[in-house]
Nanobody
Framework: QLQLAESGGGLVQPGGSLRLSCTFS????????IGWFRQAPGKEREGVSC????????NYADSVKGRFTISRDNAKDTVYLQMNSLKPEDTAVYYC????????????????????WGKGTLVTVSS
């Protein structure tokens, strides 16, 4: 059974850090690009960061460049999103998604394309 499961969300103060993890089961991770997306209350879902199947290519939203880092460990079937210098506007439900590697990571992030999705983890940045 194919599953994606996000973890690592929580409440953090502005300027703090969190590391989100997305674990996969039921399919071969190395054949997929992986993306992190988020949806804040009252807003549309947006692409945060995406990483290619090999890990060689990444894409970041302008709003998180220099603060967030995406990485993957195919051997552990896990993708990470390290989030530093968090801001209140980063508050959202964060989702991971997997997309077959026939597309580009940029296209995946911009279009919000994902064949498989997790259920999300809530990140709240507040003092």
């Amino acid at each position: 059974q194919l599953q994606l499961a996000e973890s690592g969300g929580g409440l953090v103060q502005p300027g703090g850090s969190l590391r989100l993890s997305c674990t996969f089961s039921g399919f071969t991770l190395r054949y997929y690009h992986i993306g992190w997306f988020r949806q804040a209350p009252g807003k549309e879902r947006e692409g945060v960061s995406c990483i290619s199947s090999t890990g060689e290519s990444t894409n970041y939203a302008d709003s998180v460049k220099g603060r967030f880092t995406i990485s993957r460990d195919n051997a552990k079937d896990t993708v990470y999103l390290q989030m530093n210098s968090l801001k209140p506007e980063d508050t959202a439900v964060y989702y991971c998604a997997a997309e077959p590697r026939i597309t580009t990571v940029q296209d995946m992030c911009v279009s919000g394309r994902g064949e498989y999705w997790g259920k999300g983890t809530l990140v709240t940045v507040s003092s």
